[in-house]
């Protein structure tokens, strides 16, 4: 006889805490431990603390749910829309009255009314006044009986079959493009850090070069400062980094003479020597230089636009109207820490005062409006890039880059930033985002990034999700989603203890997918779903119903008996890249950059890396036979730079629609951008800058030598 499940695991299955998994080997089930469903229970704002509790907040969760009419949001595909059901309070047998209202894009209600008697189970199955479009559509029902007249509201989300076919979107073509880390980008113009105008040069290069795309590592905001660099864990995935904007570009720099000036002197011409020289990015001394140019910038731009019927004005304005309060959020963020001061280390906004704690505070609203011109500012800033962006996605187009810009969106942010202090209430409290172990981390990693509560994201019928998307997919023909396993699962560690003691939590899929569906048609753009590590075999089924395009990593295509897999064995429906950010690019690899890293990282010992590179050894041997069976190398032992450019030209070679080739990889850089589970003092993660110029790669015959070999197993 089976023991009957307690309540603490029937309230943790409904709350979506996975009993087990797999884990990456698939040669161990891992489960999880009670201890950990009660801390991740707590996490999501249920006290499961003992038995009596946790039969409660069951009880509790059922109270909540016989009360409501109809949940608050609903994602369905067009074919499923045209019903909703009702839930009738109470036990009732008779008929009962019924008004609909469903809100049109007009803003105009459509309304039916009617009588009708609900099923067994207390719902009444009611047809929609009419069959909705793709889109968001609010409906608002209200019952009549006896002298009650209950209502509720849903948000009805109608969604397509799936996203943008990658295949029809290409014109059946196979495609490649340049993946780059904006920020490593050295020019001649920029000012120590790769900008949006660097990024506009780049992409009309490739485009000349038969690209079909630029890839970019996410542009999120960050504070520039310290050790907050990451671009996976940002202020915001909303909001960018002004740190990208191109000083040149700005409008009001021929409208403002102290910019000018500050831009032209001196100084500034020796502090851009310094910075454009050196090997690693200074964020920091960046960001200063840029922001007392960009503070003179805003400055002309109040006096000449701000309040006035001019372009820039006008479009100043419907910016700040469409991202609404949204924005308004962000920028209040932004000056509220500039104002607090402090090292960000030293004070998070939960340190605030606590009337600043609450972004609808009355203390909040009082500071931004005593503050409404810095307030500004920082709106005035993310309206810029904006701009610029858009400025960037035109030309690519206009220059024959196909699917243009290619962004990547992180799979969550900072829990001490302006998207965590905005949304509070969307947030896990007490536990973090990470990975399960696994061959990299025998206890798994801690990204220390808060987890959205799932439940809270239905409450919010996903209007964070949606806000999110619409600025990823903005300005792009492709978008990348880290860690796509998120929209399935995502694994959680509570505070305190070690990721081994993590456990999974099932998310809405389908609703997740969905939406992004219904917003990736909209934006005309191809989605990338980053599915590697430990992925379910449901997860790659499930992309591809969706339209979902996989990721395909060359390094990960090794197996110590049969070496690495030939190009023809790579899956279409895929976006095929060599490495990722967490790697070292190929040049490195075969050198043994990385296990170098590790060994002097302390992450293993000497003996270990010792053997590991003799491994390697026997990785690059395998890698030069595979190349040479397929006729990119000639016999003999080639040097690094040959095996780079047939590397390129193997995974061009490959049936994947896409494929990305790494700047990095052109160039033969060695270092990688980023050494995970190391910090600042280990290595300079997010800081390294490419060694050759944007300059020198356009004009070094051995780069656009190798791009047209690559262009050529394209077509």
């Known amino acids: 006889m089976t023991e009957s499940p307690t309540a603490l695991r029937r309230l943790a299955e409904r709350a979506g805490i996975l009993p087990s998994y797999v884990e990456q080997s698939g040669r161990e089930v891992r489960h999880t431990s009670d201890a950990t469903r009660v801390a991740l229970l707590a996490a999501m704002g249920f006290d499961a603390s003992d038995e009596k509790r946790a039969s409660e907040a069951l009880e509790a969760w059922d109270a909540r749910e016989s009360e409501r009419l109809v949940p608050p949001v609903r994602v369905a595909r067009a074919e499923d829309a045209t019903h909703i059901d009702v839930r009738v309070p109470g036990e ?57 007249h209950p209502t509720g509201e849903q948000l009805l989300i109608v969604v397509p079959p799936s996203c943008p076919s990658p295949r029809e979107r290409l014109g059946g073509r196979k495609v490649f493009g340049l993946a780059v880390n904006l920020y490593a980008v050295r020019s001649d113009q920029s000012w120590g850090v790769g900008d949006l105008g660097d990024l506009t040069r780049l992409a009309e290069w490739a485009a000349t070069q038969g690209a079909a795309f ?157 503050n409404a011109e810095r307030v500004d500012y920082h709106r005035w800033l993310q309206f810029e890039l904006d701009r610029q962006l ?47 172990p696994d061959p990299y981390s025998d206890n798994g990693q801690d990204w220390g990034l808060p987890p959205i509560n799932p439940h809270a994201l239905v409450e919010q019928k996903y209007a964070y999700w949606i806000g999110v998307l619409r600025e990823g997919l903005r300005h792009g023909g492709a978008l990348r989603i880290d860690h796509i396993l998120g929209l399935f699962r995502q694994y959680w560690i509570p505070h305190g203890r070690p990721g081994s003691e993590g456990a999974y939590v099932q998310f809405p899929t389908r609703d997740l997918l969905g939406i992004l569906a219904l917003e990736a048609t909209r934006a005309g753009a191809i989605i990338v779903g980053e599915d590697l590590g430990t992925v379910p075999p449901e997860v790659p089924a499930t992309l591809r119903e969706w339209g979902i395009l996989g990721t395909k990593v060359m390094y990960f295509e090794y197996d110590d008996e049969v070496g690495f897999a030939p190009s023809a064995e790579y899956e279409e429906l895929a976006l095929t890249v060599i490495a990722t950010h967490d790697h070292v690019p190929i040049a490195g690899y075969l050198r043994g950059r990385d296990v170098e890293l590790r060994r002097d990282n302390g992450l293993c010992t000497a003996e270990a890396a010792a053997k590991a590179m003799v491994g390697r050894d ?41 494929v990305a080739l790494s700047l990095e990889d052109i160039m033969g850089e060695e270092e990688p951008v980023n050494v995970p589970a190391v910090g600042p003092d280990g290595y300079p993660s997010w800081r390294r800058r490419l060694a050759m110029s944007l300059e020198t790669l356009m004009s070094e015959p051995d780069a656009i030598g190798m791009l047209g070999v690559c262009g050529s197993r394209r077509k």
């Open 92 to 148: 009732r047998s008779g008929a009962v009255g019924w008004n609909i209202a469903l809100r049109m894009p007009s803003g105009e209600d459509v309304e039916r009314a009617g009588r009708g008697t609900p099923d067994e189970h207390g719902i009444l199955r009611l047809r929609l006044p009419l069959v909705p479009e793709l889109g968001y559509h609010p409906i608002r029902v209200r019952l009549h009986y006896e002298s009650q």
């Open 214 to 370: 630029v890839g970019l590592n996410p542009l999120h905001a960050l504070r520039n400062t310290g050790g907050d660099v990451s671009p996976y864990s940002p202020l915001s995935r909303i909001y960018r980094n002004p740190l990208y904007i191109d000083i040149h570009a700005v409008p009001e720099l021929s409208e403002a003479p102290p910019a000018r000036e500050l831009v032209e002197s001196e100084g500034t011409a020796r502090a851009l020597d310094e910075l454009r020289e050196a090997r690693w990015l200074d964020y920091e001394a960046v960001w200063t230089l840029k922001s007392s140019v960009l503070e003179e910038l805003y400055r002309a731009f109040r006096t000449t636009h701000l309040d006035r019927d001019t372009d820039r004005g006008r479009a100043f304005r419907d910016y700040v109207a469409r991202e609404s309060a949204a924005l308004d959020d962000f920028a209040t963020f932004q000056a509220l820490e500039e104002s607090l001061g402090g090292s960000p280390r030293e004070r998070s906004w939960q340190d605030w005062p606590a009337e600043f704690r609450d972004p609808r505070s009355a203390g909040v609203a009082e500071f931004r409006e005593r």
């Open 390 to 436: 858009e400025h960037a996605a035109r030309g690519t187009t206009a220059a024959g880059l196909s699917l243009g810009l290619y962004q990547d969106l992180a799979i969550g942010s900072s829990g001490d930033g302006s998207d965590a202090w905005a949304n509070q209430s969307l947030l896990a409290r007490g536990a973090s985002l990470g990975s399960p």
């Open 618 to 658: 026997a990785e690059r041997a395998a890698l030069v036979a595979r190349l040479q069976s397929e006729g990119l190398l000639l016999e003999g032992e080639p040097d690094s730079a040959t095996i780079c450019g047939a590397v390129n030209a193997f995974v061009c070679a490959t049936p994947s629609l896409m």
